[in-house]
């Protein structure tokens, strides 16, 4: 089948990219001359580990090919994914659908024959009908149908995730429209993966609700994780605990220094827009946004404590400023709060991050950049991990608390232990929502 993607974000790129390796013709469309010539030159734009080697092996094939022409890439396409950025309105909350509505209105005015207008980015409920309007005015005599397709892509496991699914959400009003669809995911669904068929406005609030409730299950255990903090208890033998229930899970149960990212910020923030729009609050999701933010401000005074009561004149190593590790995604990444904080209080404030620098540098002004960890870490009064890489996992805690000037540690992913930082020879080290180092004198 010919498919066309358009945008070539992270979203339609592992969409077009993943598409073309069921063995479909998948044709990406982008406005942006620079993105269309780097990836033609065979160059990803975004992070994403796997993913050159794979977009590479399909264009190689001859099924996946990249143009700023959507009347050519749609032509004889039997379905168009709409794959454009749907960021947060200013002022509001709610999705700015704009880029949608666009791409709806060209698709219409270029397409001549039948095809399947596909949502893939994240819209509110309603907006699959918006899109049948707009199109439907566009272009009257064009046969046509919509249908909602929410991703459900974790960054740094895309791949994965398209290819082995949880489930595949498609929402439809006409049987055609079901066929195209499922001919389209005809190889996961050989391979027995659920796809759930059902209506425009359920497949929309699907992934809405969905990305809601597991901000809220971070939001938990974060809050949890304060109240350990005070009592004494360790959050990681909590969430441990909570997470054998096979009723609650352990996946999501990992306190730290908030969500951030590309979705869960924005959908919880949509969601509780509709909800205001609708009449029915989402007071959960409401308090759930509320108490992300405090919780990144509760990390800014964790490191004013470890640093004497101020910043002024500290020199502090962070080690990871994208939201989560494998991406080079900064969007409401918990150091877009913590890093200008310390720099505002006037901290000497060196980073390093495999993959941040190239969004970070603009990000995150006045900080300095290291590609070692070791070397960031040199002559620095505290060290802050703040993204859990691989490379910071295993460190020699000892090598970076013998070469700093006063060895202290903000673990704000728990991925050490106070026995280890001790052990290393560290004077502080402090987590999340368990106790600190100078609060186990009892531990060697």
């Known amino acids: 089948m010919r498919i066309a993607v358009i945008g070539t974000g992270y979203v339609g790129l592992v969409s077009g990219v993943c598409f073309s390796d069921f063995g479909h013709e998948v044709v990406c469309v982008d406005k942006d001359p620079g993105k269309i010539e780097r990836l033609k030159a065979g160059e990803v734009p975004i992070y994403e580990p ?40 200013r002022g509001d909350g709610h999705a700015d659908l704009t880029f949608v509505m666009a ?36 272009n009257p005599d064009l046969e046509f149908d919509v249908a909602s397709n929410p991703e459900f892509l974790r960054e740094g496991q895309a791949i994965e995730d398209f290819m082995k699914p949880d489930r595949v959400v498609v929402g439809v009003q006409s049987e055609r429209a079901a066929d ?10 050989l391979r027995d993966y ?71 910020p924005k959908d919880t923030k949509a969601l ?33 404590d470890l640093c004497d009561g101020s910043f002024n004149g500290k020199t502090v190593a962070v080690l990871g400023v994208t939201f989560k590790p494998d991406t080079d995604d900064m969007r409401d990444s918990p150091s877009l709060t913590l890093v200008p904080a310390m720099v505002g209080g006037g901290a000497k404030v060196r980073v390093c991050d495999p993959q941040g620098h190239h969004e970070g540098e603009a990000l995150l002004p006045g900080v300095n950049w290291f590609d070692d960890a070791y ?24 090598r970076i608390a013998k070469h700093m000037a006063i060895p202290r ?11 280890d930082a001790k052990k290393a020879g560290f004077e502080a080290y402090a987590s999340i929502g368990r106790p600190d180092l100078s609060a186990r004198p009892d531990q060697d």
Request: one cysteine or more; glycine letters at 8%; proline letters at 3%.
């Open 375 to 398: 070397k960031a870490a040199r002559n620095a009064d505290l060290v802050v991990i703040l993204t859990e890489w691989n490379e910071f996992r295993a460190l020699d805690l000892e």
């Open 180 to 189: 195209v669809m499922s001919e389209i995911y005809r190889p996961l669904e």
């Open 103 to 138: 791409a709806a209105e060209e698709i219409a005015k270029a397409a001549t024959d039948y095809l399947v207008i596909v949502t893939k980015s994240t819209v509110p409920v309603g907006t699959n009908r918006q899109v049948k309007q707009v199109v439907r005015k566009a």
């Open 50 to 89: 796997g993913l050159d080697a794979l977009m590479a092996r399909n264009v190689e094939a001859g099924r996946l090919t990249f143009t700023l022409d959507l009347q050519e890439a749609i032509e004889g396409a039997q379905a168009v994914f709409i794959a454009v950025g749907t960021p947060t309105r």
């Open 194 to 264: 659920p796809v759930i068929v059902t209506d425009l406005e359920s497949a929309e609030m699907i992934k809405y609700a969905a990305n809601a409730f597991l901000a809220t299950k971070i939001t938990f255990i974060n809050e949890i994780a304060a109240l350990c903090e005070r009592t004494g208890a360790d959050v990681k033998e909590v969430g441990r605990g909570m997470g054998l229930d096979a009723r609650i899970g352990g996946r999501f149960l990992n306190a730290g220094p908030g969500y951030g990212g590309s979705c869960f």
């Open 272 to 304: 509780a827009r509709i909800g205001q729009e609708n009449a029915v609050p989402m007071q959960i999701t409401e308090t759930v946004i509320k108490v992300n933010e405090e919780i990144k401000r509760r990390m800014v005074d964790k490191l004013v």
């Open 409 to 419: 540690m903000a673990d704000l992913r728990n991925v050490y232990t106070a026995r």
